[in-house]
């Protein structure tokens, strides 16, 4: 009877000491990382998320919870422990024993073009007699790029079609071999002779000389995110940056220096998207960068405004070789008027319209606009009812 009495002392004084051992030492060498296995995806694409904790002690952690928020547009697989509002909030149970590491991975699909990030988990576990409840929380540097995807709807359309074929020939007649420019990757597009095999060798990669063109030329994309309407079509605004993909990297391929104009601002920032014109991957990469930040719902100003800017800076297509698209699913006097202003009597420009697929018979009937009646082309280009 005596033993009992003091083993269970014992028992007591040994639960006593490990709770506040517990309440001390929880937290001590113990760390978590939350990262997304891939920097930046295309819209629709599929990665992860890695959930990572390293306990380095003694102490065992048998119930330990990991919170974080994540965006809902990154839809996770299977998930049951994620509970969904204006965010989803993902609870990762583990059981890690002294000086282990655990990592779980959860699936994820990138299901809408955007920038987002996983700023913060939190700790949540309880001492072995799941008597006290501990919490900690910490900063996490988790940054995602969802670049948009490419529209499946511009290769049947007229303007993009021209522009693949006239165009890219064209460039070939313009190009002065005599004016060199620099050196830039190479392309499918590129012929063997402009092959600068001393840079290839330096870099390892295939390297091209590039010349400077014996006229100024450059691509202006115009791209619209306004809806002034009561009803809003986001789904048309978000074709209409899949749309501004295509003509980026068609272009961009071949050499042909690209700037993209648009109202709509950056997430971070608040600044207007405004990039100047270049070439080669990386300014593809910069471009998809910014049109990740894009925040459509932001408030923002009218196009029009902004062309008429680039106008009285005398940055109109009259002064150079320029070829400029318009993608506004959005038609208005002014913005037309602007735009034609813009491109001038004999520029080449045209303007690229996202409807729904339903209302393609309606605008079929309407009367050719200003625009039509000068030297701006127009062009409808019908989508699914759903935005795809």
Same mark, same amino acid.
């Given at each position: ?40 995806? =295309? ?10 904790? *390293? ?50 991975? /959860?699936?994820? !699909?990138?299901? $809408? ?11 949540? !576990?309880?001492?072995?007699?799941? $008597? ?15 670049? %948009? ?6 290769? =049947? ?9 006239? &165009? ?14 620099? +050196? ?6 590129? %012929? ?21 063109? !014996? ?33 980026? #990297? ?6 042909? %220096?690209?700037?993209? +104009? ?9 600044? *207007? ?7 080669? &991957?990386?300014?593809?990469? #910069? ?19 902004? +062309? ?6 005398? #940055? ?10 318009? +993608?506004?699913?959005?038609?208005? %006097? ?30 079929? $009937? ?9 030297? /701006?082309?127009? *062009?409808?280009?019908?989508? =699914?009812?759903?935005?795809?």
């Amino acid at each position: 009877m005596t033993t009992l009495i003091y083993l269970g002392l014992v028992v007591i004084l040994w639960l006593s000491v490990t709770v506040k051992l517990y309440r001390k030492y929880w937290d001590k060498g113990l760390s978590a990382s939350v990262h997304f296995s891939e920097a930046e995806v =295309d819209e629709g694409q599929e990665l992860a998320v890695h959930v990572a904790v *390293e306990n380095r002690k003694w102490l065992p952690l048998p119930t330990l919870k990991v919170k974080f928020e994540m965006d809902r547009e990154l839809v996770c697989h299977e998930r049951a422990s994620t509970s969904l509002t204006d965010k989803q909030y993902l609870n990762e149970f583990f059981t890690v024993m002294p000086n282990e590491r655990v990592t779980r991975i /959860i699936d994820l !699909t990138a299901t $809408k073009r955007g920038f987002y990030s996983i700023d913060e988990w939190h700790f949540v !576990t309880t001492d072995i007699l799941f $008597k006290s409840l501990f919490t900690k929380s910490e900063k996490n540097h988790a940054w995602l790029y969802v670049y %948009p995807a490419h529209s499946r709807y511009i290769g =049947d359309s007229q303007v993009y079609c021209q522009m693949k074929g006239e &165009l890219i020939c064209n460039r070939m007649l313009w190009e002065d071999s005599m004016e060199f420019k620099g +050196i830039r990757d190479y392309t499918q597009a590129d %012929p063997m002779h402009k092959i600068n095999w001393k840079a290839t060798a330096k870099t390892g990669g295939l390297k091209v000389n590039q010349f400077y063109d !014996t006229i100024s030329q450059r691509f202006t994309i115009f791209l619209n995110v306004s809806q002034t309407e009561i009803l809003k079509y986001y789904d048309l605004i978000e074709e209409s940056i899949r749309i501004t993909r295509n003509f980026l #990297e068609l272009l961009v391929s071949r050499g042909i %220096p690209v700037r993209i +104009i648009s109202n709509g601002v950056d997430k971070l920032t608040q600044q *207007e998207l405004y990039i100047r014109e270049g070439a080669g &991957l990386s300014h593809i990469t #910069e471009c998809l960068k910014q049109m990740a930040k894009m925040d459509i719902y932001a408030k923002h100003r009218d196009l029009a405004e902004i +062309i008429w800017e680039e106008v009285g800076r005398g #940055e109109s297509g009259s002064h150079y070789m320029e070829i400029s698209v318009l +993608i506004s699913a959005e038609q208005t %006097p002014q913005l037309e008027k602007a735009y034609l202003r813009y491109a001038g009597e004999s520029a080449n420009a045209s303007w690229l319209i996202p409807i729904r697929a339903s209302q393609k018979k309606h605008y079929s $009937k309407i009367e050719p606009s200003i625009a039509e009646q000068n030297s /701006i082309r127009r *062009e409808y280009i019908a989508i =699914d009812e759903l935005g795809g």
